[in-house]
C-alpha cells in the first residue's frame, strides 16, 4: 500500500524524525546547495520549501502522489498514512488544516510583512494569468490560510501547480529583485514590524517564502474542489510564539 506516493521532508539541518513509513524521503537543501540554485544565487535561506519543490519538480522522479512536510512539522497521520488510492477517489488534494484570521488575509500579511509584496503578486497573477485574478482578489479579502506549504497532490497536479509557480516566480524576481538582504535593509520602514520575529532582517528577507506560501495556500484553496484537511503534530516552535508557523 502507498508505494505509490512520496512525502519529502524538508530540512535544512540534522534531525530526528519522528516518522518511520518508508513513504517518508528526507530532503535535505544542504546537499543541494553545491550545484543547485535559483537565479544563480537563491537557496532555501530565501525561499525555505520552494528550494526543495524546484529540485523536485526538475530533477526527481515523481510518483503517482507527491506530499510535503517539514523536519519540525508532520501531518497528524505520522506514519499511519490513509491508502492514497482510497483518498483520492473522494478528494482532490490533502492540506494542512486552515488557519481563519480574524482579520482579512491582506490585514494579516500586512501586519507581518511590507504590503507591496502581495500586491505585487496580484500585478502578476493579473498580467499572466488573468483568469485567476479575481479569485486571488477574493482570497486576500478572505480569512482563510493554509499555512507551511503543506499538502498532498497527485503528480500531474503538482506539476501544474509547479509550471505556474515557477514562471510566477521568474516574473516576480524580475519585477521586485533577488537581492532580499540588501532590499530589506533600504527599506526597514517597510519591513520591520514592531514584534519578533517580524522586527528582524533575517526573518523578514525571507520574503519569497512568505510571498509564495500565500499563492500556494490561494491555488489550492481556489483550484481543489474538495480537500482532505489533516492538523498538523508540531516538534519544535522555532520562534516560541503562540500559534507557530510561518506567518
Given at each position: ?21 518508508k513513504i517518508y524521503k528526507i530532503g535535505d537543501s544542504r ?217
Open positions: 500500500m502507498n508505494e505509490n506516493v512520496d512525502i519529502i521532508i524538508c530540512t535544512h539541518k540534522d534531525f530526528t524524525p519522528i516518522v518511520t513509513n546537499q543541494l546547495k553545491k550545484n543547485f540554485k535559483i537565479c544563480g544565487i537563491l537557496d532555501d535561506i530565501e525561499l525555505s520549501e520552494f528550494y526543495m519543490f524546484l529540485y523536485i519538480y526538475e530533477h526527481f522522479i515523481i510518483k503517482d502522489y507527491i506530499g510535503f512536510c517539514h523536519y519540525r512539522r508532520y501531518f497528524e497521520f505520522i506514519d499511519d498514512v490513509p491508502n492514497m488510492d482510497e483518498l483520492f477517489k473522494e478528494y482532490d488534494a490533502v492540506a494542512r488544516t486552515p488557519i481563519n484570521f480574524e482579520m482579512t488575509i491582506k490585514e494579516q500579511y500586512a501586519s507581518c510583512h511590507n504590503i507591496e509584496d502581495l500586491f505585487l503578486l496580484g500585478d502578476i497573477i493579473k498580467d499572466l494569468y488573468p483568469n485567476y485574478y479575481n479569485a486571488y482578489i477574493d482570497f486576500l479579502n478572505g480569512h482563510l490560510l493554509i499555512p507551511c506549504n503543506m499538502f498532498i497532490m497527485k503528480k500531474e497536479d503538482f506539476l501544474k501547480y509547479m509550471a505556474m509557480l515557477k514562471e510566477l516566480m521568474k516574473e516576480y524576481f524580475w519585477r521586485w529583485g533577488i537581492n532580499c538582504e540588501q532590499k530589506i535593509t533600504e527599506n526597514k520602514e517597510k519591513y520591520l514590524k514592531t514584534k519578533y520575529p517580524s522586527d528582524t532582517i533575517d526573518y523578514q528577507k525571507r520574503i519569497f517564502s512568505f510571498i509564495f506560501e500565500r499563492f500556494t495556500s490561494f491555488y489550492i484553496l481556489s483550484t481543489f474542489k474538495k480537500i482532505k484537511f489533516y492538523d498538523v503534530k508540531i516538534t519544535e516552535n522555532k520562534y516560541n510564539v503562540k500559534g507557530e508557523g510561518l506567518i
